[in-house]
Nanobody
Framework: VQLQASGGGLVQAGGSLRLSCAAS????????MGWFRQAPGKEREFVGT????????YYADSVKDRFSISRDNAKNTVYLQMNNLKPEDTAVYYC???????????????WGQGTKLTVSS
């Protein structure tokens, strides 16, 4: 599976943005998809994940009630809708595919190249 994340940019605090992650390959629908982010000088951290069917989602406490993940298996795409953005959300955002919807990035098998989000105050 090859992943391509897009949609990052510069947003003012309080604004919204949607990231997309397009996957190649016919097996996309069999993978759980995760979103992670990495701010400068920090380790990569879990943002959220969605099961292969889209029936369940899990989020980090820092983004819960502001971010939501969805997927369209017919389009081989997963989305990260981000609302009420804060400067501390500034990071490079990565999508990843794995067999299970887990929070540990080491358990994901495939990674996209990342898309940068900057939230200005």
């Amino acid at each position: 599976v090859q992943l391509q994340a897009s949609g990052g940019g510069l947003v003012q605090a309080g604004g919204s943005l949607r990231l997309s992650c397009a996957a190649s390959g016919r097996t996309f629908s069999s993978y759980a998809m995760g979103w992670f982010r990495q701010a400068p000088g920090k380790e990569r951290e879990f943002v959220g994940t969605i099961t292969w069917s889209g029936g369940n989602t899990y989020y980090a406490d820092s983004v819960k009630d502001r971010f939501s993940i969805s997927r369209d298996n017919a389009k081989n795409t997963v989305y990260l809708q981000m609302n009420n953005l804060k400067p501390e959300d500034t990071a490079v955002y990565y999508c990843a595919a794995g067999h299970y919807a887990l929070t540990d990035p080491k358990l994901y098998n495939y990674w996209g190249q990342g898309t940068k989000l900057t939230v200005s105050s």
